[in-house]
């Protein structure tokens, strides 16, 4: 039965395999059997099944950090994992830093909760999502990584983009925040 979840789900199957190009409303209710009005009475527009397509393979990350312990390693393992969950759907790269309003709204208000002003809320935040993504970005196999012209040995390692590296950033990020918000 036609219902949200699988209408994300078969759009995010979509764009796996073929980008973002490949999913209209047309080609999914043909993937889903349908016809394209049917999904209408599920998603008001293609924005929202954008937004529910983001929403899906945001559900895959796993964060065990628990939000009200220890904030800094909480915030770590959020973006590192939004890095992951990038690198498996790297055709989702082009909307991952503009289909974060929801999200973002709870992010900032819980950096606010804690002792945060909200400039260094929305500057922290910007910080981490520009962080992750470009690490994904970078990750991808798709995505010149501008080691040409470099000696190989140099060249290999330029284009290694390692996910301890990301975390070690997003550390640094979060630290630096932390002792502004001490001083």
Request: aromatic content about 8%; glycine content about 8%; some cysteine.
């Amino acid at each position: 039965m036609l219902n949200p979840d699988l209408i994300f789900e078969k759009a995010l199957e979509i764009v796996d395999a073929e980008g973002l190009d490949a999913l209209t409303m047309r080609r999914l209710a043909g993937d889903l059997g349908v016809e394209a009005a049917s999904l209408y009475h599920h998603i008001a527009d293609k924005q929202a099944l954008l937004d529910g397509v983001i929403g899906r393979a945001r559900a895959e990350m796993v964060v065990t950090a628990d939000p009200m312990g220890e904030w800094m390693p909480f915030l770590e393992e959020v973006f590192v994992e939004y890095r992951r969950m990038l690198v498996a759907h790297p055709n989702l790269l082009d909307l991952a830093g503009w289909r974060l309003e929801n999200n973002m709204e709870d992010g900032l208000a819980y950096l606010i909760s804690i002792g945060f002003s909200l400039d260094d809320a929305v500057e922290m935040m910007q910080s981490l999502v520009a962080l992750a993504v470009g690490f994904a970005m970078f990750s991808v196999p798709r995505t010149p990584k501008g080691e040409r012209g470099l000696p190989p040995e140099m060249a290999a390692r330029m284009g290694d983009w390692r996910e301890e590296t990301c975390t070690r950033m997003a550390r640094l990020i979060l630290e630096s925040f932390e002792r502004r918000r001490q001083a």
